[in-house]
């Protein structure tokens, strides 16, 4: 005997069995549509996310362009500097001012990461702090932080060759903040004006100056930092020609020191101690001094 495997159907009649093979397309219907909405739902999410893939590489490619092309650099030439040191030391501004006096370059650091924080009272300040402590008498290059202001003009053309690089004091760039950490670490001679624009008398420090040191101080291993404070004196303020000037170096402030605090407390503390060491210079340039 042979056996057979058979589906055994109920007994229905004609209208019943179609009745039931009518359902039944139907099911398969519904789930082949149901399999078609979910392979559509995984293709769009697999777009989706090859959408959000593509957009995160342009935004890091679009990025560093911007960053690119924004970079901050600083550049010193040393033929410009044999022939303009000489050229203001000894022609420009004995020319235009009576007397020169300098006080203090004893406290220069010869070696390691310098900030020279010099006071701002004139766009003469530019050229005072390399008289006071430029390359021909330390021996070492100053990289300027600026305005924008202050590299316009002839001035500003010898500033951006001599080391010098411009920030918005109000919204400082990324970049510029990068360069001036670059350069510290480096070990180099960084000049910032704390005040942040030129006063005619002294104002409360901004604390960028030293939230930049601490910064610095941290992000290497026995760094090193100095800061160094620069009181500039003219003997009237709007620097008319034929005035006197007396700059008075001030002893440096070790960055380190101040490292041991929260980076907001250390900030203060360091700033506070910076305005303390420029009046004190400022009560000896008025009231004269010692001169050694």
């Known amino acids: 005997m042979h056996s057979s495997h058979f589906t055994i159907l109920p007994n229905l009649s004609n209208s019943e069995l179609l009745r039931a093979n009518v359902e039944e397309q139907v099911s398969k219907s519904r789930s082949t549509d149901q399999f078609s909405s979910l392979a559509e739902h995984q293709v769009q999410e697999d777009s989706s996310e090859s959408a959000k893939t593509e957009d995160t590489a342009k935004e890091a490619l679009r990025s560093q362009t911007i960053d690119k092309a924004n970079s901050v650099s600083s550049r010193f030439l040393?033929?410009?500097?044999?022939?303009?040191?000489?050229?203001?030391?000894?022609?420009?501004?004995?020319?235009?001012?009576?007397?020169?006096?300098?006080?203090?370059?004893?406290?220069?650091?010869?070696?390691?990461?310098?900030?020279?924080?010099?006071?701002?009272?004139?766009?003469?300040?530019?050229?005072?702090?390399?008289?006071?402590?430029?390359?021909?008498?330390?021996?070492?290059?100053?990289?300027?932080?600026?305005?924008?202001?202050?590299?316009?003009?002839?001035?500003?053309?010898?500033?951006k060759?001599?080391?010098?690089?411009?920030?918005?004091?109000?919204?400082?760039?990324?970049?510029?903040?990068?360069?001036?950490?670059e350069l510290l670490k480096r070990g180099e001679v960084l000049v910032m004006f704390p005040e942040g624009n030129i006063f005619r008398e002294c104002k409360p420090l901004k604390p960028g100056l030293a939230r930049l040191a601490l910064q610095a101080e941290s992000s290497q291993e026995n760094l090193g930092i100095q800061i160094v404070p620069i009181n500039i004196h003219y003997s009237q303020p709007l620097v008319p020609w034929r005035c006197s000037v007396e700059i008075r170096i001030g002893t440096p402030l070790e960055v380190a020191a101040y490292c041991s605090e929260t980076p907001k407390q250390s900030a203060k503390q360091l700033t506070a101690d910076l305005e303390r060491a420029f009046k004190s210079l400022d009560d000896q340039n008025c009231g004269g001094g010692d001169r050694r």
Not at 117 to 122: F, I, L, M
Not at 172 to 180: E, V, Y
């Open 161 to 181: 060759r001599l080391g010098g690089f411009e920030i918005n004091t109000k919204h400082p760039a990324i970049s510029s903040l990068r360069h001036s950490l």
């Open 78 to 159: 040393p033929w410009l500097a044999r022939l303009a040191y000489p050229l203001g030391r000894y022609a420009l501004l004995p020319f235009y001012f009576r007397h020169i006096e300098v006080v203090g370059r004893k406290n220069l650091p010869m070696t390691g990461p310098v900030i020279l924080a010099p006071t701002h009272r004139s766009r003469w300040d530019a050229f005072m702090v390399p008289y006071a402590a430029g390359h021909d008498v330390a021996g070492r290059e100053l990289r300027f932080m600026v305005t924008a202001d202050e590299v316009k003009g002839i001035q500003g053309w010898f500033i």
